[in-house]
């Protein structure tokens, strides 16, 4: 059974970075493309950034573009974003998502068959 | 940016209804399209791809169809289990969601 579990939430002053980490098992981690997506009461849900399945090709929304970077470490099945330069606007619950297709390296398998349950992100001062 | 417009943002159905949830693109999107059902407090669960294929394990009572700029979910004969937010997703340029419908079983 795939499980995601994201990590390293938290409440953080505008200005500031936070890293969240997704512990992914039940698959291999290798093999599918991988994203973030987060959530806001007033704005749903927003595409963050993904990665391919062999960490070649990233991708990000234009919102985060240049403050946040998307990483894995395939040895330790981790799914890793680094937030800088975070502003109010980000604070959202951020889910860890998985590709449902292996080896694709399109932007176009960033559908997602299985989510973590969450990590809360909270910016304010 | 290719916006998603889903409509209605609410509908309240009783048991056993048919229910349709209609997603318009601003541009055509083919058929890279999917839909998610997100209950309250939990994350979005997969339901359809290729704006028609039903994931394993979901119930055929969900069903999806379109392409183009319109798109369609609709569940047959709603259920209690049902209730709950409905995302749609185009792939077609990056990624974007729908502001979601909320679904009510009376």
């Known amino acids: 059974e795939v499980h995601l579990l994201e990590s390293g939430g938290g409440l953080v002053q505008p200005g500031g970075s936070l890293r969240l980490s997704c512990a992914a098992s039940g698959f291999t981690f290798s093999k599918y493309a991988m994203s973030w997506v987060r959530q806001t009461p007033g704005k749903g849900l927003e595409w963050v950034s993904g990665m391919t399945h062999s960490g070649t090709n990233t991708f990000y929304a234009d919102s985060v573009k240049g403050r946040f970077t998307i990483s894995r470490d395939t040895s330790n099945n981790t799914l890793f974003l680094q937030m800088n330069s975070l502003r109010v606007e980000d604070t959202a619950i951020y889910f860890c998502a998985k590709s449902p297709v292996d080896y694709c390296s399109s932007p176009r398998c960033f559908y997602f068959d299985s989510w973590g349950q969450g990590a809360l992100v909270s910016v304010s001062s | 940016d290719i916006q998603l417009t889903q409509s209605p943002s609410f509908v309240s159905a009783s048991v056993g209804d048919r229910v349709t949830i209609t997603c318009r693109a601003s541009?055509?999107?083919?058929?890279?399209f999917a839909w998610y059902q997100q209950k309250a407090g939990k994350a979005p669960k997969f339901l359809i791809y290729v704006a028609s294929t039903l994931q394993n394990g979901v119930s055929s009572r969900f069903s999806g169809g379109g392409s183009g700029t319109e798109f369609t979910l609709t569940i047959s004969s709603l259920q209690p289990e049902d209730s709950a937010t409905y995302y749609c997703q185009q792939l077609s340029t990056y990624l974007t969601f729908g502001g979601g419908t909320k679904v009510e079983v009376k």
């Open positions: 541009q055509g999107i083919s058929n890279f």
